[in-house]
């Protein structure tokens, strides 16, 4: 109730009711089969196909999925999401750190299955005290790099490694990560590590002209399987007689790295593109008091060289000259309070061994690998589509369904690729997406085509189309080489351009629905035999002059005349399914509000307001509102046994465009006309 206390005019703002419906994407295609590498079972968006090269790793002979979603980017699709299906037998690479002990700290897993994980590496910078550490992961193949900072060990701590590294929507996409019981302090940290207690507070002070310092130093990695040592027990002069210490652990830190990296630039051809690289890090102790660590890695020196695999760095003392008759100076490792630590790799590859020298070793290792086979399994390839439970997308394409045996070219290697189909049909019933099902490789004619539709075809759903014949493209792998592919990833590159330039309510299909990157057809078909497929709901490919490959067919799986289908095409299966998820979207506001005739009215308003945009655009029959939809929300349909139950019923229909599918031209003479 409004009331006032003072004489005048008091100011409120009334809500309008009006809350926007948006419309839902159309075309955003997923695909789920076989990649080069990049995470199992994980749904991945990408916005090209760079994105996914980044990601998957780019085109492989394995996988027809990574050539369609070439062909869905080259045809005008600008989102996908993938999900990489592991090959039969594929092991994933995994590390086991050991803690300074020595015992298993912290497990290290790559999300992807396959070789590509053994060019993952690992950096770890450590806080012993703190039970806190980082990990940095390298993928050597993408140049994909991730940090991992203030990680910690203890399970009660807000950034405990688990939880931050494994998180499915922020987490890592490259590796996975366990925190052993055993492990009560962190995994000892990659580099060849010092404690720094200054002695005497020799930093800044002045050598005595009888006393000079200098390290030896050895710098190797494996290289090809095999130890290269750049050097070895090498004497390298750091300080001379009389002259002024570094200031501080980063001084000395700095003029060891810059010593040593002079030393490199000497080595004989061919010349190690290496460097040494020097960090200083302080940190509290168990007795609270500061120390600080100097940590060497051996880096390459071009950023677009691999990291080198199992490098390693040794510091030790070096000859410090003195006087006859006066005790010797304290070796330079004692003289500036430094403790050896760990020798380790500056950098781990995940999955692999490494000499173990007098460096610390892993606790454990397994390589990764693509499997005996080199393919999913049809139950890896079903079962991976649960992946696309929390993705938003509207078309599917599983291109790896249909793959040939690798000995016969026209049989199919799963034997029950429709199984495969079945389970992505059931997804996108629930999903209100659609589905692209290519034809396996032996339906390469018109007979053969019929003959699939009509008795091997158990898939049936309006939610889905499927194409006829394969296409022959030209394989950027193999220059010169054209060969055919499933259409199923050009199609749904069709029809995102589509939606986008004219609506989802205009068939894909016509002579502006050319396909690019298409040299012909498998088979170019005659109209004839174009009249027997398309009354059988196989939607054909035809090649023309001028217009190229043009998609000829606009028909869902029940499409056929003799269905009679009320969604016989798909322009009106997928108007459908768009109208239905912008108001599923749109009306989650209603969730809870007041079931009454006010609440009826704002959802006939906003509903409406949609309705009639749609209208403007074109997506309906009929020359009025009343003709073209209709939208319903009242006391008539809602009813008082509903209102108990908390339901309220809204009512929207549609008359959908439906494509000029036949065009009849008559034909006749006038006769001569007398005046």
Known sequence: MLSGTYPGVYLFEAPSGVRTIVGA??????????????????????????????????LSAGSYLSYGVMHFFQNGGGEAVVVRVPNEGAATAQTALNNA????????????????????????????????????VTDAATGARELWSGLSTDTAAMRYAKTIVNDADLGSRLVSVDVLANAPVVPVPTGTTFTATPVNNVYGTQLPNNVAYSIKASVKHIAGG??????????????????????????LAQAIEDAINAKLAGVAAPKPKIRIEATVLDYRNAQNATTTQLRFRVKAADLKDAPLPDAVIEIKNGDQ???QGQNPPPPFLAFFGLTAGQVN??????????????????????????????????ADMTGALSALDKATFNLLCMPDAVRPQTSDPNAPYYSNYLDIYEAAKNVC????????LDPPPNVTDVQRAEGWKKNELTVRTSHGATYFPRVKMTDPLSAGLVRPFPPSGLIAGLMARTDANRGVWKSPAGIDATVNGVYAPQVVLSDSEHGIL???????????????????????????????SEWKYVAVRRTASYILLSLQRGLQWVTFEPNDEPLWGQIRMNVTAFMQGLFRQGAFQGRTPREAYLVKCDAEITTQADINQGIVNVVVGFAPLK?????????RQLAGQTT
């Open 226 to 251: 095999a130890p290269v040592e750049h050097l070895a027990e090498t004497e390298i002069p750091l300080f001379a007689a009389a002259a002024r210490l570094p200031a501080s652990a980063s001084g």
């Open 534 to 564: 398309n009354p059988m709901g196989v939607n054909c490919l035809r090649k023309f002059p001028i217009y190229g490959t043009v998609s000829f067919g606009a028909r869902t799986l029940v499409g056929s005349d003799a269905e009679a």
């Open 25 to 58: 994407p159309t075309a955003v295609a997923a695909f789920v089969g076989p990649t080069r590498l990049g995470a199992d079972r994980r749904a991945t968006r990408v916005a090209s196909f760079g994105d996914f090269e980044r990601a998957f790793g780019g």
């Open 101 to 136: 002990t020595p015992a298993a700290a912290l497990t290290v897993t790559a999300l992807g299955s396959g070789e590509a994980a053994n060019n993952l590496f690992l950096e770890i910078e450590a806080l012993p005290a703190e039970k806190t550490f980082s990990l940095s």
């Open 345 to 378: 790799a500056s950098r781990i590859r995940l999955g692999a061994d490494y000499q173990a020298d007098n460096r610390v070793k892993v606790a454990s290792r397994r390589a990764g690998s693509d499997g005996n086979v080199g393919i999913p399994t049809a």
């Open 429 to 436: 019933e629930s999903r209100k997406a659609f589905l692209l």
């Open 659 to 667: 494509p000029a599918e036949f065009v009849f031209v008559t034909l």
């Open 321 to 323: 000259p003195s006087q």
